[in-house]
């Protein structure tokens, strides 16, 4: 890998992680009555997916929609099989009860969203028009409307979950 490369790719994921940070700070400024701060915030996250796709593009890992989504299901399948499960084990060894379950959560959500990038390159040529909904609490993501009496991952209740646009 070129120098370049491995910059643009270091670039890509410290912009990635400011706009994830920067949302969960204005979030806490929301919930403080801080409005203008948690906006300053969410402009500034906008800014940095801004750089983040800058570099994600510069970088030649922008393919296609089947290629999208076959990169996806890599990507969300080596989470659920190999870096959740290590995570767990780890956070179990040090007695980060909170940590590891958290971990486990992901974990089953990550191997929902890879069946769900599965699905949906099975059916490319004519998906099916659906919603999908997320739960605020552990990530899972439903196909359709979620009428459910709990999260199947982490329990929680339906006024839980979200209609992402």
């Not at 801004?50 to 570099?55: E, K, L, S, T």
């Not at 486990?104 to 990550?110: I, L, Q, S, V």
């Not at 998906?127 to 009496?149: A, W």
């Amino acid at each position: 890998m070129s120098k370049t490369l491995a910059n643009l790719m270091e670039a890509f994921a410290g912009e990635s992680q400011a706009n994830r940070k920067y949302l969960a700070y204005a979030k806490q400024a929301d919930k403080e009555g801080f409005p203008q701060v948690a906006k300053l915030f969410r402009a500034a996250a906008d800014a940095e997916t801004i750089h983040a796709h800058g570099h994600l593009r510069n970088a030649g890992k922008i393919g296609d929609t089947i290629s999208n989504l076959k990169d996806a299901i890599a990507g969300e399948t080596h989470e659920f099989k190999n870096m959740y499960p290590q995570m767990i084990v780890e956070a179990e060894a040090e007695g980060e009860k909170v940590a590891a379950r958290y971990f486990g959560f992901a974990n089953k959500a990550e191997q929902v969203h890879a069946e769900l990038y599965s699905k949906m390159l099975e059916s490319l040529e004519n998906p099916k028009d659906v919603d999908y909904y997320n739960c605020s609490v552990c990530g899972y993501t439903h196909e359709g409307e979620f009428t459910d009496s709990k999260c199947p991952i982490c329990g929680a209740a339906p006024k839980a979950f979200y209609k992402v646009d």
